[in-house]
Nanobody, 127 residues
Framework: QVQLVESGGGLVQAGGSLRLSCTAS????????MGWFRQAPGKEREFVGT????????DYADSVKGRFTISRDNAKNTVYLQMNSLKPEDTAVYYC????????????????????WGKGTQVTVSS
């Protein structure tokens, strides 16, 4: 079992920055591919970005590419989502997720492929 807890959400003005953290319990964090997803009211959960087990590889949704950066610290069992140049359309509940599968583009953008989820943290960007 892996338990994930997100933190760092809040209210920020457009153009501002936030850094989200997701801390995992259990000993399998370093062998888990991690993903960030978000869900706005009335919309489906959407892929934001992902990072491989080692942290050497990342991938992002086109909507956040160049503005968001994912990193991880396996010694701290934590994955981060640095969000810069925030826009009102980034407003959503942000979730981190973990999967024990080998990191491959064929699946890592699909939320159904992740095994464990946090409860989410709210990010609100005002215009």
């Amino acid at each position: 079992q892996v338990q994930l807890v997100e933190s760092g959400g809040g209210l920020v003005q457009a153009g501002g920055s936030l850094r989200l953290s997701c801390t995992a319990s259990g000993q399998t964090f370093s062998t888990s591919a991690m993903g960030w997803f978000r869900q706005a009211p009335g919309k489906e959960r959407e892929f934001v970005g992902t990072i491989s087990r080692s942290g050497a590889s990342t991938d992002y949704a086109d909507s956040v590419k160049g503005r968001f950066t994912i990193s991880r610290d396996n010694a701290k069992n934590t994955v981060y989502l640095q969000m810069n140049s925030l826009k009102p359309e980034d407003t959503a509940v942000y979730y981190c997720a973990a999967s024990g599968r080998i990191w491959l583009r064929s699946w890592y953008r699909r939320h159904s492929e992740y095994d464990y989820w946090g409860k989410g943290t709210q990010v609100t960007v005002s215009s």
